[in-house]
């Protein structure tokens, strides 16, 4: 089991380090829309280029950031029954939600996306708006930010099972406590 945790703190600290970086992202698309709008309204031009880059950071951001939500447990809940039953239970729970629901739902999301992804790349698929972005590094994110969530649901699969055996504290103990900032029901 401690070679499964040193994974796990790998795979956290990678995705650690990477969400963070992905903040950027948010900070370039913002200046990316705001320089559009101010172009626009100055000399009246637009870019359809400019417009789908935004939706491609936008995108990036979402679909790369879904593995760093994961690990800073941030992630919307309903626990509204969840919440009032003994932690071992609310335990099991989430470790079977890991197995039968996330876990494949990402291998699956990540198999039918891979040819989606291949058949734009091999085609050179270009955006069907006038002067717009080619389309492959868009449905690249698909598959790689699935992969990314898949990682992060093996960490928090390998925490689970060391919480559960009392090997380390629970690593969401405060938040689930307290229900992450308000988002719990």
């Not at 992905?22 to 709008?37: D, Q």
């Not at 009032?84 to 470790?95: G, M």
């Not at 291949?118 to 492959?136: H, K, P, Q």
Request: glycine fraction near 8%; charged fraction near 15%; proline fraction near 3%.
């Amino acid at each position: 089991m401690n070679f499964l945790l040193a994974i796990s703190r790998g795979i956290d600290a990678a995705q650690d380090q990477f969400g963070k970086a992905l903040r950027w992202l948010i900070l370039i698309s913002v200046l990316v829309s705001s320089i559009n709008a101010m172009v626009r309204f100055a000399i009246s031009r637009s870019s359809n280029a400019w417009l789908e880059l935004q939706w491609y950071l936008f995108s990036a951001v979402f679909l790369l950031g879904a593995g760093y939500t994961l690990l800073k447990n941030e992630h919307i809940k309903i626990d509204i029954v969840n919440s009032h039953l003994p932690k071992r239970v609310r335990d099991w729970i989430e470790l079977f939600g890991h197995v039968f629901f996330l876990l494949p739902f990402c291998l699956v999301m990540i198999l039918t996306s891979l040819n989606y992804f291949w058949r734009s790349y091999a085609g050179g698929e270009m955006s069907a708006n006038a002067g717009g972005l080619i389309m492959w590094p868009a449905k690249l994110m698909i598959p790689v930010g699935f992969a990314i969530l898949l990682l992060q649901g093996v960490s928090e699969f390998i925490k689970r099972i060391a919480v559960m055996r009392n090997m380390i504290p629970d690593p969401h103990a405060s938040s689930a406590a307290h229900g992450a900032h308000g988002m719990e029901a």
